[in-house]
Each structure stands twice: as C-alpha cells, then as structure tokens.
C-alpha cells in the first residue's frame, strides 16, 4: 500500500479508528458483545453437527470395508 499503514476498523460497523481501538464507540462494543452472547449457542449446536456427521461418516466408511475387502 505504498508505504501507508492501514487504518483499523471498528469490529462492530466497519468505520475507519484509531489504531489502539477495537470499536468507534460504547454503543459499538455493547452492540458487539450482545450479538457475540446471541451467538454463542447456535456456534455449540454448529459443531456439534459436524461432528455428529464426521461420525456417520466414520460409521459408514468402516461398514463398506466388508464390500470391497
């Protein structure tokens, strides 16, 4: 970028800040932790799919080793 540093962004709405600072404003980083606090169930039931699917995988992989073994 032509020697340029590059300006940090609130993690929240994306303004252009300073470069110690995670969020533009207050109002930002509550905004951030609640949408962060929403979201923390909905990640757990996320993984929890794919590994349930990892094991049918597995299951399912280890059953037709008698088809062609």
């Given at each position: 970028?032509?020697?340029?540093?590059?300006?940090?962004?609130?993690?929240?709405?994306?303004?252009?800040?300073?470069?110690?600072?995670?969020?533009?404003?207050?109002a930002c980083m509550e905004k951030?932790?609640?949408?962060?606090?929403?979201?923390?169930?909905?990640?757990?039931?996320?993984?929890?799919?794919?590994?349930?699917?990892?094991?049918?995988t597995l299951k399912n992989q280890?059953?037709?080793?008698?088809?062609?073994?």
């Amino acid at each position: 970028m032509d020697g340029q540093k590059k300006k940090k962004r609130c993690l929240y709405c994306g303004k252009k800040i300073g470069s110690r600072m995670k969020f533009c404003s207050a109002a930002c980083m509550e905004k951030y932790e609640e949408a962060e606090k929403k979201d923390q169930p909905k990640i757990k039931y996320f993984v929890a799919g794919i590994l349930f699917g990892f094991l049918i995988t597995l299951k399912n992989q280890n059953s037709r080793e008698g088809y062609y073994g």
